[in-house]
C-alpha cells in the first residue's frame, strides 16, 4: 500500500473569507505551490535586507473545496492502508480559528458538513461489511493533553470519573508507544463509535477569546485500533494498525487573542507544546542528527509512531486567507513544508495467533508421525504407533508385567518411549498393591493378638433392631459386631418387615403416627370443601353484570395471545409470506452450508496434491532428473498426473467459490427479504393491537364487527386525538429526511443522543445549583385560566 521510504503528505486549506488578500497570497496552477509575499517595513534611515516573497510547495491546496474532497484528498487512502494493515496518522496545524476542528470533526448537527474523523468512522465499518473473507475486531480510544496532563475523554463512558496525572505514555518493546491507563472500547457499527465520538467532544475543554469563540484548549488524539483475521486461509498470521486522528490546538499571539487569567496559561502551554513538536520535526528532517527530542513534550512522546516511524502520516496546514494574519500564515507554511521533508517507512503490522501456530504446529506433527511409518514400512520394520495408548494396550502391557512378576514371561516387548512409560507405571501399581496388602495383613494379625485381652463391652453406636439392637462388637478390633441367637431368628422370620419398618423410621416417625396425621389432613379438607361454595352458587350469589360492564372491567388480553390470533385472522396474508421466504432462507443457508464444506474439501485436496507434487520433486532432486532438450526437467508419469489433478483441482476451486459468492448474496438478500417481513408483521400487529383494545369504548364500538371501520385502517393518533409534541414531529421530519440519505442514520442517532445528554448534563447542573443557593421570593405575575 505504501512504498518505504515515503514522504509526509501535507496539504494547505484555507480557511474561506470575503477579504481575502490576493496581493500576498497566490496559487500556481498546478495546485500544490503557493506563494506568499510581504511587504517590507520601509522606515526611514533603516536598511531591510528581510525577505519578502516565499514559494512553497505541498502535495496540494485545498480552497473553497467541500468537506467530502477534503476526505477524499487527504484521508481515504490513508485509511485503505489502515484496513490493510498499515498505521496511520491524519493531523491539522494551524493557528487558532484557522478551521482545525472544522476540518477534523466538523458541524456534528449537520450531516454533510461532518469532518474527517465521522468520515474516516463510516468508510472503515464500509469496508469492513464489505470484505466478508476477513474478520475484524475494532477498538477506539480518545485521548486529550491539556496543560501537559494526559485526560482521557471516554472515562465517563465507563463510570470511573476522569482524573488528572493518571495516565502515562510508555514503550513497547516493538519500538512504538502507547498511553497506559486509556481506556479502550470496543465499537461493533458506525453508530457506536459516533456515539463514543460525541461523547468525548462533549468533554474536550473549550474556550474563548478575541479570535474564537469556541477554541479547543487541549491537543486531542483520536486513535482506531483494528485487528483483522483471514476467515479462508488457515494460516497464523494477522494484522492489525492503528490510525490516529489528531486535532492540534491553534497557536496564539495574546496580542491578538487578548487573552487573560486561564485563558492565558492555556495559550502558554499550546505555544509551547507546539515549540516542542517544531523542534523534533526540525530534528527528524536533519539525518545527520542522532538524538530526536521526543520527550520533551507529551505531545510529542504520544506521537512518537506518527512522526518519522512505521506510519503513513499526512498534515493539513489550516491558514487564513486575510492579511492581517499573514504573518501566522507564512509560520504554518514553514512548519508544513519541514514536515514535508520527513521520511517514514510504513510497513504491514503482521502476527503470529498462537492458538492457530499452536494447531499447526500440532498437525506438522501428525504429518511426521505419517511420514515415519511410511519410512517403516519401506524398511520392513515393526510398525510403531505413536499415538496414546487404547485401553486394550494398556491391558495387553500389564499382563505381561504380572506374568513378568509370576516367572512365566522372561522379557517384555517394548517399541516406543510411551510403552516404556507405562510398563514402569504398571510396576508401580503393583509395589503399591504389595505394600498395602502386607499393612493389610499385618493389621488382621495385630487385631487378633489383642483380642483375648479385651473386656466385651456395648458399642457405642448400635444398629437399629426389632428389640433396639443388632449386635455388639466384639474386642477392639475391626470387627462388625455379631448378633445375638434370638435377634438371628428374629431378622431372618421378617426381613420384609424389618425393612419396611426402617424405612418408615428413616422417613420421619411411626407408622401409627403417619396415619394418624394423613386422617387429620384428609378431615380438614373435607370440612374446608363443605363450607366453600360451589362455583354455581358463586354465580348466582354474584350480580349479573351487562355486557359493556364486563368489556370495561376485562383487561387487554396478553400480546402473546392476540399475536397467535392476528396472524390466524388480518396478518395471515403476511404470516405466509414470512413462512416462505423463511422456508426459501434456510433452503439458502443448507446449499450455502454445503458449498462452503465443498470448497473447504477442494482447498484441502489441493493442499494434499501440492504437498505430494513437492515430495515428489524434491526425490526426483535428490536422486537426479533427465534434461529434455529444451532444457527444461522431464516429469515422469506420477508427476504429470499429479500437475493435471493439481489444475483441475483449482479450476474446481474457482467454479466452487463463484457459486459460494453468489449464494451468499442470495442469502443476505433472503434475509432482507425476512427482516422487511416480521418488520411489517410487528408494526400491523401493534396498529392492530391498540386500535383492537386501547381505544375508548366509544371508538371500539364503531370498530366492532359489523361496524364502518375495520380495526387496522384508522391511526391509533387520530381514533385518540393526540397532540403530538414538537419531539414528535421533529422526529417524523427527520425520518422522512433520513429516507432520502439511508447513511446518515448512525450520524443522527448518535447526535441525538450527545443532545439529549447535554440537556440532561446541564439540568442535573441546574437543579445542583438551585439547591446549593437559597431560594428568594419571587412575586410571580396572575395567571388567567381559560375555560
Same mark, same amino acid.
Given at each position: 500500500?505504501?512504498?518505504?521510504?515515503?514522504?509526509? $503528505?501535507?496539504?494547505?486549506?484555507?480557511?474561506?473569507?470575503?477579504?481575502?488578500?490576493?496581493?500576498?497570497?497566490?496559487?500556481?496552477?498546478?495546485?500544490?505551490? !503557493?506563494?506568499?509575499?510581504?511587504?517590507?517595513?520601509? %522606515?526611514?534611515?533603516?536598511?531591510?535586507?528581510?525577505?519578502?516573497?516565499?514559494?512553497?510547495?505541498?502535495?496540494?491546496?485545498?480552497?473553497?473545496?467541500?468537506?467530502?474532497?477534503?476526505?477524499?484528498?487527504?484521508?481515504?487512502?490513508?485509511?485503505?492502508?489502515?484496513?490493510?494493515?498499515?498505521?496511520? @496518522?491524519?493531523?491539522?496545524?494551524?493557528?487558532?480559528?484557522? /478551521?482545525?476542528?472544522?476540518?477534523?470533526?466538523?458541524?456534528?448537527?449537520?450531516?454533510?458538513?461532518?469532518?474527517?474523523?465521522?468520515?474516516?468512522?463510516?468508510?472503515?465499518?464500509?469496508?469492513?461489511?464489505?470484505?466478508?473473507?476477513?474478520?475484524?475486531?475494532?477498538?477506539?480510544?480518545?485521548?486529550?493533553?491539556?496543560?501537559?496532563?494526559?485526560?482521557?475523554?471516554?472515562?465517563?463512558?465507563?463510570?470511573?470519573?476522569?482524573?488528572?496525572?493518571?495516565?502515562?505514555?510508555?514503550?513497547?518493546?516493538?519500538?512504538?508507544?502507547?498511553?497506559?491507563?486509556?481506556?479502550?472500547?470496543?465499537?461493533?457499527?458506525?453508530?457506536?463509535?459516533?456515539?463514543?465520538?460525541?461523547?468525548?467532544?462533549?468533554?474536550?475543554?473549550?474556550?474563548?477569546?478575541?479570535?474564537?469563540?469556541?477554541?479547543? &484548549?487541549?491537543?486531542?488524539?483520536? @486513535? +482506531?485500533?483494528?485487528?483483522?483475521?483471514?476467515?479462508?486461509?488457515?494460516?497464523?498470521?494477522?494484522?492489525?494498525?492503528?490510525?490516529?486522528?489528531?486535532?492540534?490546538?491553534?497557536?496564539?499571539?495574546?496580542? $491578538?487573542?487578548?487573552?487573560?487569567?486561564?485563558?492565558?496559561?492555556?495559550?502558554?502551554?499550546?505555544?509551547?507544546?507546539?515549540?516542542?513538536?517544531?523542534?523534533?520535526?526540525?530534528?527528524?528532517?536533519? =539525518?545527520? =542528527?542522532?538524538?530526536?527530542?521526543?520527550?520533551?513534550?507529551?505531545?510529542?512522546?504520544?506521537?512518537?509512531?506518527?512522526?518519522?516511524?512505521?506510519?503513513?502520516?499526512?498534515?493539513?496546514?489550516?491558514?487564513?486567507?486575510?492579511?492581517?494574519?499573514?504573518?501566522?500564515?507564512?509560520?504554518?507554511?514553514?512548519?508544513?513544508?519541514?514536515?514535508?521533508? +520527513?521520511?517514514?517507512?510504513?510497513?504491514?503490522?503482521?502476527?503470529?495467533?498462537?492458538?492457530?501456530?499452536?494447531?499447526?504446529?500440532?498437525?506438522?506433527?501428525?504429518?511426521?508421525?505419517?511420514?515415519?511409518?511410511?519410512?517403516?514400512?519401506?524398511?520392513?520394520?515393526?510398525?510403531?504407533?505413536?499415538?496414546?495408548?487404547?485401553?486394550?494396550?494398556?491391558?495387553?502391557?500389564?499382563?505381561?508385567?504380572?506374568?513378568?512378576?509370576?516367572?512365566?514371561?522372561?522379557? !517384555?516387548?517394548?517399541?516406543?518411549?510411551?510403552?516404556?512409560?507405562?510398563?514402569? %507405571?504398571?510396576?508401580?501399581?503393583?509395589?503399591?498393591?504389595?505394600?498395602? %496388602?502386607?499393612?493389610?495383613?499385618?493389621?488382621?494379625?495385630?487385631?487378633?493378638?489383642?483380642?483375648?485381652?479385651?473386656?466385651?463391652?456395648?458399642?457405642?453406636? %448400635?444398629?437399629?433392631?426389632?428389640?433396639?439392637?443388632? /449386635?455388639?462388637?466384639?474386642?477392639?478390633?475391626? /470387627?462388625?459386631?455379631?448378633?445375638?441367637?434370638?435377634? =438371628?431368628?428374629?431378622?431372618?422370620?421378617?426381613?420384609?418387615?424389618?425393612?419396611?419398618?426402617?424405612?418408615?423410621?428413616?422417613?420421619?416417625?411411626?407408622?401409627?403416627?403417619?396415619?394418624?396425621?394423613?386422617? &387429620?389432613?384428609?378431615?380438614?379438607?373435607?370440612?374446608?370443601?363443605?363450607?366453600? #361454595?360451589?362455583?354455581?352458587?358463586?354465580?348466582?350469589?354474584?350480580?349479573?353484570?351487562?355486557?359493556?360492564?364486563?368489556?370495561?372491567?376485562?383487561?387487554?388480553?396478553?400480546?402473546?395471545?392476540?399475536?397467535?390470533?392476528?396472524?390466524?385472522?388480518?396478518?395471515?396474508?403476511?404470516?405466509?409470506?414470512?413462512?416462505?421466504?423463511?422456508?426459501?432462507?434456510?433452503?439458502?443457508?443448507?446449499?450455502?452450508?454445503?458449498?462452503?464444506?465443498?470448497?473447504?474439501?477442494?482447498? =484441502?485436496?489441493?493442499?494434499?496434491?501440492?504437498?505430494?507434487?513437492?515430495?515428489?520433486?524434491?526425490?526426483?532432486?535428490?536422486?537426479?532428473?533427465?534434461?529434455?532438450?529444451?532444457?527444461?526437467?522431464?516429469?515422469?508419469?506420477?508427476?504429470?498426473?499429479?500437475?493435471?489433478?493439481?489444475?483441475?483441482?483449482?479450476?474446481?476451486?474457482?467454479?466452487?467459490?463463484?457459486?459460494?459468492?453468489?449464494?451468499?448474496?442470495?442469502?443476505?438478500?433472503?434475509?432482507?427479504?425476512?427482516?422487511?417481513?416480521?418488520?411489517?408483521?410487528?408494526?400491523?400487529?401493534?396498529?392492530?393491537?391498540?386500535?383492537?383494545?386501547?381505544?375508548?369504548?366509544?371508538?371500539?364500538?364503531?370498530?366492532?364487527?359489523?361496524?364502518?371501520?375495520?380495526?387496522?385502517?384508522?391511526?391509533?393518533?387520530?381514533?385518540?386525538?393526540?397532540?403530538?409534541?414538537?419531539?414528535?414531529?421533529?422526529?417524523?421530519?427527520?425520518?422522512?429526511?433520513?429516507?432520502?440519505?439511508?447513511?446518515?442514520?448512525?450520524?443522527?442517532?448518535?447526535? !441525538?443522543?450527545?443532545?439529549?445528554?447535554?440537556?440532561?448534563?446541564?439540568?442535573?447542573?441546574?437543579?445542583?445549583?438551585?439547591?446549593? @443557593?437559597?431560594?428568594?421570593?419571587?412575586?410571580? #405575575?396572575?395567571?388567567?385560566?381559560?375555560?
Amino acid at each position: 500500500m505504501a512504498d518505504n521510504g515515503s514522504e509526509v $503528505k501535507v496539504f494547505v486549506r484555507i480557511r474561506p473569507t470575503a477579504r481575502f488578500a490576493q496581493e500576498l497570497i497566490e496559487y500556481l496552477p498546478d495546485g500544490e505551490t !503557493i506563494n506568499i509575499r510581504q511587504r517590507r517595513d520601509c %522606515k526611514r534611515d533603516v536598511v531591510n535586507n528581510q525577505l519578502s516573497s516565499w514559494s512553497f510547495r505541498m502535495s496540494g491546496v485545498l480552497r473553497d473545496v467541500s468537506q467530502e474532497d477534503v476526505y477524499n484528498t487527504v484521508a481515504h487512502n490513508v485509511v485503505l492502508g489502515a484496513l490493510e494493515g498499515y498505521n496511520g @496518522t491524519i493531523m491539522c496545524f494551524g493557528q487558532t480559528g484557522a /478551521g482545525k476542528t472544522y476540518t477534523m470533526t466538523g458541524a456534528t448537527e449537520s450531516y454533510k458538513q461532518r469532518g474527517l474523523i465521522p468520515r474516516a468512522i463510516q468508510q472503515v465499518f464500509s469496508e469492513v461489511e464489505n470484505r466478508d473473507s476477513y474478520s475484524f475486531t475494532i477498538h477506539l480510544s480518545y485521548l486529550e493533553i491539556y496543560n501537559e496532563t494526559l485526560l482521557d475523554l471516554l472515562s465517563s463512558v465507563r463510570g470511573i470519573r476522569a482524573g488528572s496525572g493518571g495516565l502515562a505514555v510508555v514503550e513497547e518493546a516493538r519500538g512504538g508507544v502507547s498511553v497506559k491507563g486509556l481506556s479502550l472500547h470496543p465499537v461493533h457499527n458506525e453508530e457506536e463509535a459516533l456515539n463514543l465520538l460525541f461523547e468525548g467532544e462533549m468533554n474536550r475543554v473549550i474556550g474563548s477569546h478575541a479570535m474564537n469563540k469556541n477554541s479547543s &484548549r487541549s491537543h486531542c488524539i483520536l @486513535t +482506531i485500533y483494528i485487528e483483522s483475521h483471514s476467515r479462508t486461509l488457515s494460516d497464523a498470521r494477522y494484522i492489525t494498525s492503528k490510525l490516529n486522528l489528531v486535532d492540534l490546538a491553534g497557536s496564539e499571539r495574546l496580542g $491578538k487573542t487578548g487573552s487573560e487569567g486561564k485563558v492565558q496559561k492555556e495559550a502558554m502551554s499550546i505555544n509551547r507544546s507546539l515549540s516542542f513538536l517544531e523542534q523534533t520535526i526540525l530534528a527528524l528532517g536533519d =539525518r545527520r =542528527r542522532e538524538h530526536v527530542p521526543f520527550r520533551q513534550s507529551k505531545l510529542t512522546h504520544s506521537l512518537r509512531d506518527s512522526l518519522g516511524g512505521n506510519c503513513n502520516t499526512v498534515l493539513v496546514a489550516n491558514i487564513y486567507g486575510e492579511a492581517a494574519q499573514i504573518e501566522e500564515t507564512l509560520t504554518t507554511l514553514r512548519f508544513a513544508s519541514r514536515m514535508k521533508c +520527513i521520511k517514514t517507512e510504513p510497513a504491514v503490522n503482521e502476527h503470529i495467533d498462537p492458538v492457530v501456530q499452536m494447531k499447526k504446529l500440532q498437525k506438522e506433527v501428525q504429518q511426521l508421525k505419517q511420514d515415519i511409518a511410511i519410512q517403516n514400512n519401506m524398511s520392513n520394520r515393526i510398525a510403531t504407533s505413536y499415538d496414546t495408548l487404547s485401553e486394550s494396550q494398556v491391558g495387553e502391557i500389564q499382563e505381561q508385567v504380572q506374568r513378568f512378576l509370576e516367572g512365566s514371561l522372561e522379557e !517384555i516387548s517394548i517399541v516406543n518411549n510411551r510403552q516404556v512409560k507405562e510398563v514402569f %507405571k504398571q510396576f508401580k501399581l503393583s509395589v503399591q498393591q504389595q505394600e498395602q %496388602k502386607m499393612r493389610d495383613e499385618l493389621s488382621q494379625n495385630n487385631s487378633l493378638a489383642e483380642k483375648p485381652e479385651s473386656t466385651p463391652g456395648p458399642i457405642v453406636g %448400635k444398629s437399629r433392631g426389632p428389640m433396639g439392637t443388632a /449386635g455388639e462388637v466384639e474386642g477392639r478390633g475391626f /470387627g462388625v459386631g455379631v448378633a445375638t441367637s434370638s435377634q =438371628r431368628h428374629i431378622d431372618a422370620q421378617n426381613p420384609g418387615k424389618n425393612r419396611t419398618k426402617k424405612a418408615k423410621e428413616n422417613q420421619g416417625g411411626p407408622v401409627k403416627q403417619t396415619d394418624g396425621a394423613l386422617r &387429620r389432613n384428609s378431615a380438614q379438607a373435607a370440612r374446608e370443601n363443605m363450607e366453600a #361454595p360451589s362455583q354455581d352458587q358463586q354465580a348466582q350469589a354474584s350480580p349479573q353484570l351487562s355486557p359493556r360492564a364486563e368489556s370495561v372491567m376485562e383487561s387487554p388480553p396478553p400480546k402473546e395471545e392476540a399475536f397467535e390470533d392476528f396472524k390466524e385472522e388480518q396478518g395471515s396474508e403476511l404470516n405466509r409470506i414470512l413462512r416462505e421466504n423463511k422456508a426459501v432462507l434456510l433452503e439458502r443457508r443448507a446449499h450455502l452450508q454445503e458449498l462452503t464444506s465443498s470448497v473447504n474439501a477442494t482447498k =484441502r485436496r489441493i493442499d494434499q496434491a501440492t504437498a505430494a507434487l513437492r515430495q515428489s520433486q524434491e526425490l526426483r532432486d535428490s536422486q537426479g532428473q533427465f534434461v529434455g532438450s529444451d532444457g527444461n526437467p522431464v516429469l515422469d508419469e506420477a508427476e504429470v498426473t499429479l500437475v493435471l489433478k493439481l489444475g483441475d483441482l483449482k479450476a474446481q476451486y474457482r467454479q466452487a467459490y463463484q457459486d459460494l459468492s453468489g449464494t451468499r448474496a442470495e442469502v443476505s438478500y433472503c434475509q432482507h427479504l425476512v427482516d422487511q417481513c416480521r418488520i411489517r408483521l410487528l408494526t400491523e400487529f401493534e396498529s392492530w393491537y391498540s386500535e383492537s383494545f386501547l381505544l375508548p369504548e366509544e371508538v371500539q364500538g364503531v370498530l366492532r364487527a359489523g361496524g364502518t371501520i375495520r380495526p387496522g385502517l384508522v391511526p391509533v393518533e387520530k381514533a385518540l386525538a393526540l397532540e403530538e409534541d414538537e419531539k414528535e414531529r421533529f422526529e417524523r421530519m427527520r425520518n422522512k429526511m433520513l429516507a432520502e440519505s439511508p447513511s446518515a442514520i448512525s450520524f443522527y442517532n448518535a447526535h !441525538i443522543r450527545t443532545v439529549k445528554r447535554r440537556s440532561s448534563n446541564r439540568s442535573h447542573a441546574g437543579s445542583s445549583r438551585r439547591n446549593s @443557593t437559597p431560594a428568594n421570593p419571587v412575586k410571580l #405575575p396572575s395567571i388567567l385560566s381559560v375555560t
